[in-house]
C-alpha cells in the first residue's frame, strides 16, 4: 500500500525545543483509572490499598456508577497500619480471602498501591505473589500503583496493562494487538474497520475478560490508541513485540494514519483501504467542520494533564484552524507522541512536566482563547475571564476514531460558544443577564 501518511507541514514541533518544568503540579492520581477498567474489565476487581481519601475518591469520581457488586473497592489502612503496628500483609491477605470468598465472579483482582501504601513502603508485588500461588488458577492476582505521589490520572491505566504483559503466554502467531482501553463502542468500530480490510487476527489489551486475553511474542505486532502507555510499551518490547508508530486516532486526519500505518504492516490494497475508509472520513469531516466554525482562529493553551496534549493539538491545528500557544504534556516519549509532533505545525512552546506557577504566569499572559486544564485550574481561570476545558473530560468521553471525531471537536467548541453567548448576554439590555450582574 502507498504511504497514506498525511504530509506533514513544512516545520513540525519534532525537533521543537521543549522546555522541561519540574516544580510543583497539579493533577489527579492514577487511582482514576480505575473507573474506566473496573468496566472494561469485566472479570476484574481492583482493591485499593490506601487510606479513607483515596476510598473518597473513587467513591465520588465513580459516582453514579455504584451498583449492587461494584468492581472495586478500597482496603484502608488505619492509623495503627500507618505507623507499621499491625501486620498489613495478615490484613490484606484476610480481606482478599474475604472478598474472593464472597465474589466468585472475580478472576482477576488488582491490588493498587496508593500513596499510604507507598509512605509504608508496602511491598504489594510479594502480596500479589504470594496470594497468586494462594488463589491460582482461579483467580491472578497483578499490582501497579496509582499513588498520586508516583502518577498522573492516566498512567493509571498504563501502570494497569503494564502489569499484565509479562504474565501472557507466548505465542509465535502473527496477530495484531490494539493497546489501550476504548468505550467497547468504539472498539467494535475500530475491529469492524480492521476487518474489514482483512486484517487479522486482532486481540485487544484490556482483553474483555481473561479467556479472551491474547499472547505475546515476537510475531505479534501492537498499535497504541491512547498516548499515555509508555509502561506498557516498554513492557511489549521487552517481550519482542514489534511497534507499529503512528498518530493517534483522534479526528479524520488521525484515524486514517493510525488505520493506514496498521494497514501497511499487513499489506493492504491501496484501492481496499480507500473503500473502507471513504464513507466514515467523509462523515468525519463533515462533523468536524460544523464544530470548527467555532474553533477556526481561535487559540488554546495546554497544561499537562492527561497526556493527549500533542495528539490533541495536532488535531486542532490541522483539523479545526485553532493556533496553540502552549503544548504541555507531563512526559514527552519520542517513540510514542514523535509522529503527531510531525504533524504539529511550528509555532507552540512545547513543554514537558510542570511547574504550575510558572505555566500559570504564561498563560494569563497569552490569555488563550481556551485553556486546557485540571478541574482544580479550571475553576480560577474561568474567575479570571478564561474559558477552560476539563482534561479528564476528554479521557471519560468517547473521542477515538471516525465516528467520535464531530463530538472531540464540539467539547472544545462548547466553552468558547458558552463564553461568547455570555459575554453577548453582558453587552445586551436582557433583564435576566441585568439580573445576574446585579
Ligand atoms: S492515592 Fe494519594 S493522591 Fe490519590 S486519593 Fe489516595 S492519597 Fe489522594
Avoid at 17 to 46: M, N, S, Y
Avoid at 120 to 136: M, N
Avoid at 196 to 203: E, T, Y
Avoid at 258 to 279: H, I, P, Q, S
Wanted: charged content about 25%; some cysteine; glycine content about 8%.
Amino acid at each position: 500500500m502507498n504511504d497514506l501518511t498525511p504530509p506533514p507541514p513544512a516545520l513540525g514541533c519534532r525537533t521543537s525545543p521543549v522546555l522541561k518544568q519540574r516544580g510543583q503540579r497539579e493533577v489527579f492520581c492514577g487511582l482514576t483509572g480505575i473507573i474506566w477498567l473496573h468496566r472494561k474489565i469485566q472479570d476484574a476487581f481492583f482493591l485499593v490499598v490506601g487510606s479513607r481519601t483515596c476510598a473518597h475518591l473513587l467513591q465520588s469520581a465513580a459516582g453514579v456508577m455504584i451498583f449492587a457488586e461494584p468492581r472495586f473497592g478500597t482496603a484502608i489502612l488505619e492509623e495503627g497500619d500507618l505507623a507499621g503496628l499491625n501486620d498489613a500483609h495478615k490484613e490484606l491477605d484476610r480481606e482478599v480471602a474475604r472478598l474472593l470468598s464472597r465474589r466468585p465472579d472475580i478472576r482477576q483482582l488488582f491490588l493498587v498501591g496508593s500513596c499510604p501504601s507507598e509512605v509504608i513502603k508496602l511491598d504489594l508485588s510479594r502480596a500479589a505473589e504470594r496470594l497468586t500461588k494462594e488463589f491460582a488458577p482461579k483467580v491472578r492476582v497483578l499490582e501497579y500503583s496509582g499513588s498520586g505521589i508516583e502518577t498522573t490520572f492516566t498512567q493509571g491505566e498504563d501502570a494497569c496493562l503494564a502489569s499484565m504483559v509479562p504474565v501472557l503466554p507466548e505465542t509465535d502467531a502473527r496477530e495484531l494487538l490494539v493497546v489501550g482501553a476504548l468505550p467497547d463502542v468504539v472498539e467494535d468500530q475500530m475491529l469492524g474497520l480492521l476487518d474489514d480490510m482483512g486484517i487479522g487476527p486482532v486481540r485487544v489489551l484490556p482483553a474483555r475478560n481473561i479467556d479472551a486475553e491474547m499472547g505475546i511474542g515476537k510475531n505479534t505486532v501492537y498499535a497504541l490508541t491512547q498516548p499515555f502507555l509508555s509502561d506498557t510499551h516498554a513492557a511489549l518490547e521487552r517481550r519482542g513485540a514489534k511497534h507499529i508508530q503512528a498518530p493517534f486516532p483522534l479526528g479524520e486526519e488521525g484515524t486514517t494514519a493510525w488505520l493506514a500505518a496498521v494497514a501497511k504492516e499487513f499489506g493492504v490494497d491501496r484501492a481496499l483501504f480507500d473503500r473502507v475508509t471513504e464513507a466514515p472520513r467523509r462523515r468525519a469531516r463533515q462533523a468536524v467542520a460544523a464544530a470548527a466554525e467555532t474553533l477556526n482562529g481561535k487559540t488554546v493553551f495546554f497544561f499537562p494533564d492527561s497526556q493527549l496534549e500533542i495528539p490533541l493539538a495536532r488535531f486542532l491545528a490541522r483539523e479545526c484552524g485553532m493556533t496553540p500557544l502552549e503544548v504541555g504534556s507531563p512526559y514527552i516519549h519520542d517513540a510514542l507522541h514523535g509522529p503527531d509532533l510531525d504533524l504539529l505545525p511550528e509555532g507552540p512552546q512545547i513543554s514537558e512536566g510542570q511547574d504550575v506557577d510558572l505555566q500559570l504566569e504564561r498563560c494569563r499572559e497569552l490569555r488563550p482563547d481556551l485553556t486546557v486544564c485540571g478541574l482544580g485550574l479550571a475553576n480560577p481561570l474561568e474567575a479570571e475571564g478564561l474559558s477552560t476545558k476539563w482534561a479528564i473530560e476528554l479521557v471519560f468521553t468517547p473521542v477515538h476514531f471516525y465516528e467520535q471525531a464531530g463530538d472531540l471537536a464540539a467539547l472544545f467548541a462548547r466553552p468558547i460558544r458558552r463564553k461568547s453567548t455570555l459575554n453577548h448576554g453582558e453587552s445586551s439590555s436582557d433583564p435576566l443577564f441585568a439580573e445576574a450582574r446585579a
